[in-house]
């Protein structure tokens, strides 16, 4: 009896989009910078840009760096630390939860039409079909197993870089291509899904996989900035 499989979605042209860095939010990191990420290749072979499925999800994963650490009862977990006078005055700590307004600075909002063959790490088969290759690898990295909840964990990423590097380098019969990147679930909610697109030889600036690209800077009024700091429990600072 055949085992389960990999599952592969056809981007098919649909709407994703990015918030990039100015003057090409889609063009590929400089590659000293490339490898830290959740589905990156650690060995530094290809890149990767990653795009959501709503503008909203991009927000959400842009700015989650600045959360606070909330206690049970709403406060801040390092409000109660006391700094030295001198150290506040040479090195003044910026308010928790905080972002410096000209954080908007040089970052643009961006879509493109995604085309091409993505792995879907969300599913059952993909897991069940993954999990002989890389039980091992989890175990030894400190999980329990093997599962969408690894698959999701913010660190270490050697094992979500490790799986990322054997789907790039996956081939048919034919010896082509058979995804061009990962489908995924946010780490901050299974309703925001995300892409992470692989680049392939000829690739630039960017993936040949986005079409009809736009791009306008980010508006500091927009919506769904407003629902994800809200969501994050972020504000401004100047």
């Known amino acids: ?4 499989v990999i599952s592969v979605v056809d981007a098919a042209g649909r709407t994703v989009w ?27 072979i290809f890149r990767t840009v990653y795009a959501g499925d709503s503008l909203y999800s ?3 994963e842009v700015l989650a760096y600045s959360r606070p650490d909330i206690e049970p009862d709403g406060s801040d977990l390092l409000a109660g630390i006391v700094e030295d006078p001198e150290d506040a005055a040479v090195f003044p700590t910026r308010a928790a939860g905080s972002i410096p307004r000209d954080w908007i600075g040089g970052r643009m909002v961006t879509t493109a039409r995604l085309t091409g063959p993505y792995a879907d790490v969300r599913t059952s088969d993909t897991i069940a079909a993954l999990r002989p290759g890389f039980l091992r690898l989890a175990l030894q990295l400190g999980y329990p197993d093997f599962d969408a909840a690894a698959l999701k964990s913010a660190d270490p990423r050697e094992l979500t870089q490790r799986v990322a590097s054997f789907l790039y380098a996956l081939t048919d019969d034919q010896g082509g291509t058979v995804v061009d990147g990962v489908r995924f679930g946010s780490r901050h909610g299974d309703e925001l899904s995300m892409w992470a697109i692989f680049e392939r030889p000829g690739d630039e600036p960017a993936s040949h996989h986005l079409m009809q690209t736009t791009a306008h800077l980010v508006d500091v009024d927009d919506p769904d900035l407003h629902r994800a700091m809200i969501l994050h429990r972020l504000s401004w600072r100047d």
């Open 18 to 44: 990015r918030v990039g860095r100015a003057p090409d939010p889609w063009a590929w990191i400089d590659r000293q910078y490339a490898g830290h990420q959740r589905w990156d290749d650690a060995g530094g």
């Open 1 to 4: 009896m055949p085992g389960p």
């Open 58 to 60: 991009c927000f959400v």
